[in-house]
């Protein structure tokens, strides 16, 4: 993947820093007042940041993911994305008496726009395709940012994890890896399945839904939100996948185009017991105090997918694109 187009003065200095070889980057630029959710170049800027502890880009010299004074700068934009997050989404205050597998049934019960049930009945196929556009930033690498927990874990809650990737994982099959079998559901469409293909079109509130899975994996003090962000993934899955099939199917997609969601129908509806029980529960057994963090990565899932949401069908109703036009700067889509 190249280095995508800056957004703002943050990505323009991170990008040119970032082409040279590995050097003291400094303190970033000031940020701007934007909302840090809405915040085009501070989430790019993460985005790129936490990408070089996956694929990384490839005129960026790998020596860079690990510069200390990288690591500096970009703890500072993540203060302020975690601020972000904190203002968005109220702390959720676990209920010891209740069960976790309860407490986050409570939390995903909770409605926001019918994404799903659009795309089922009336989407047409471009905004189909755009939907896609959205979520390749994520489902080119799916379950990548939750693996980062294994290591983390130990006992009932580990075993549960593993489960749960490993049929993300495709089971040892290269062919049956979800990441692939999404990419098969894009070429079918006619689109670009190549990694970050879609990065300059997709806006803050995509790459925010994707940089909260970073925030949580990479770090230690997040495993507990990291758990709770997945299972609320697992728990709210089936019926929308399902839905994103039938439109698929409604507008011409065969079995295979189709094979991706339907997947996710049978697989996650056996995940949502293991994750909200198992692993979720099982945590929260051996560590009490840390059920807030499960609640809350469960919520931050949540209400980040509620965001997304609204500013897909927003633009749609106003029959505007969801995509941002490749190219532009800070303040444009």
Sequence with gaps: MQLPTPRG???????ERLACPPHEFGPPPVPARTPALEDEDLQLALFACYELHYRGFAEVDEGWEWEPSLLAARRALERRFEDGLARAVPRPVPTFSAPMR??????????????????????????????VAHRSIY???????????????????????????????????????????????????GMDDSYGAYLDRVPAITLAVSNAMSLFGLH??????????????????????????????????DQEARRFYDEHVQA?????????HDMCGGFARQYPSRAGDVLY????????????????MDDWRRGASSLREAGLMVGSR
């Design 102 to 131: 309860r407490a986050l049934a409570e939390l995903t019960a909770a409605t926001g726009p019918d994404l799903s049930g659009f795309l089922q009945r009336e989407a047409d196929l471009a905004q189909f395709r755009e939907f």
């Design 297 to 312: 990565g469960a919520a931050c899932a949540l209400t980040l997918e509620r965001l997304f949401a609204e500013h897909v």
């Design 220 to 253: 230690r003090r997040h495993l507990g939100a990291l758990l709770g962000h997945l299972a609320a993934f697992e728990m709210t899955s089936s019926i929308p996948n399902h839905r994103y099939s039938m439109g698929l199917r409604r507008l011409g997609g």
């Design 268 to 276: 996650d509806a056996v995940h949502e017991q293991i994750a909200a």
């Design 139 to 189: 489902h080119l690498k799916e379950a990548d940012p939750h693996t980062w927990a294994i290591p983390r874990l130990h006992g009932g809650p580990k075993a549960a994890l593993v489960e749960i990737q490993a049929d993300e994982y495709g089971g040892g099959r290269a062919g049956r890896m979800h990441s692939e079998l999404f990419r098969t559901t894009m070429r079918h469409l």
């Design 9 to 15: 003065p943050l990505t323009e200095l991170l990008f």
